[in-house]
């Protein structure tokens, strides 16, 4: 059973690819003439990438290293790190994808409870630096940008957006969510009997699942701030692919060209994430670089630039971790 969902999930990965490869904004040889383009700085791209994904693993990693001994190396955990990365992107609403084939892989080495608890709290993580990153940006925006009345009223909205994701994250790190999730989902029509059963089933591993998750916040504070200022400072990071690309158009190397990379960034995965639901989020991304340059007075060639350099290291990195779903992992189950 384990092994037909890990190939459904690698077929929806595939097909997801595919899609991706016939919607790009321009014509095949407009995309290789943006990649001759790109340059060494396309080198440079695809090496932070793989240092992102390593500070992921280190998160991960320093979760699981909390909650029990460790059965699998570190690049095991790299292997399924980029895997789940590439399912994320590629299934709608990505969690759905990557934090599954995490759980199943992890499952034989630590058990499911240990196995769902971390994954679960990686994702937390995640998510938790993305609304720290969009509280970046805004400040970054009051400070240093024009604040036109329709600035002002967009950034009071993420910021109150922002300040409800934060205030839900911090609940769920204190008390856990996995018991209120089951709980919320039973007041969606049609799941009220399957909460009931699941939650009445598996009542004792669920509230084990939550006592983990609240204990890496109130026992293991090292920890929980150490996986913090490693995702942020990844989050941060990030931002140089499109610090990049704007010293390609000429810009100059400058704290100031930072914080445009900056600003580019966090309104464009704010944007994208709202349309979660779209594999890849075709279109909300570009949407969201086309606006983000436009407001900072960059012309819509550079957005379109960005974006399509984006797309390709994202189907490139896709395609590497939908492979290492195929290769199999040398430890042994527990």
Known sequence: MRQKIKNILFFIGLASVVVMLFTFDVSWGELWEDL????????????????????NTLTWWLILHESGPMPLRFVTLLKITVSAFALNSATPIGLLGGEPYKIMELTPLV?????????????????????????????????????????????????VFCAAGIYLFLRGYK??????????LGHIPGLKDWAQRFTADHEEA???IDSQ???????????????????????????LEIMFMLLLFGAPLSWMTFVDSVLILAFTSLFANLL??????????????????????????TGLFISIICRARELFFTCIGLGLMRVKSTEKGK
């Open 111 to 159: 058990g499911a409870q240990r196995a769902t608890s971390s994954a679960l709290l990686f994702a937390m993580m995640h998510i938790f630096t993305h609304f720290c990153y969009w509280v970046t940006a805004i400040v970054l925006w009051v400070l240093l940008k024009p604040l036109p009345v329709g600035m002002i009223v967009l950034l009071a909205a993420c910021a």
């Open 36 to 55: 001759c383009h790109a340059g060494y700085w396309l080198v440079a791209i695809l090496l932070l990438w793989l240092v992102l994904y390593t500070m």
């Open 276 to 301: 979660g639901f779209i594999p890849m989020q075709l279109g909300g991304r570009e949407g969201g670089f086309a606006m983000s340059t436009a407001q900072l007075g960059l012309t819509g060639g």
């Open 213 to 239: 998750i609240a204990a890496l916040h109130s026992q293991n504070r090292r920890s929980f701030y150490t996986s913090l200022v490693l995702e942020y400072t990844g989050r941060m990071m990030q931002s």
């Open 175 to 184: 008390y856990g969510l996995v018991v209120r999730g089951v709980r919320w």
């Open 206 to 208: 669920l509230h084990n």
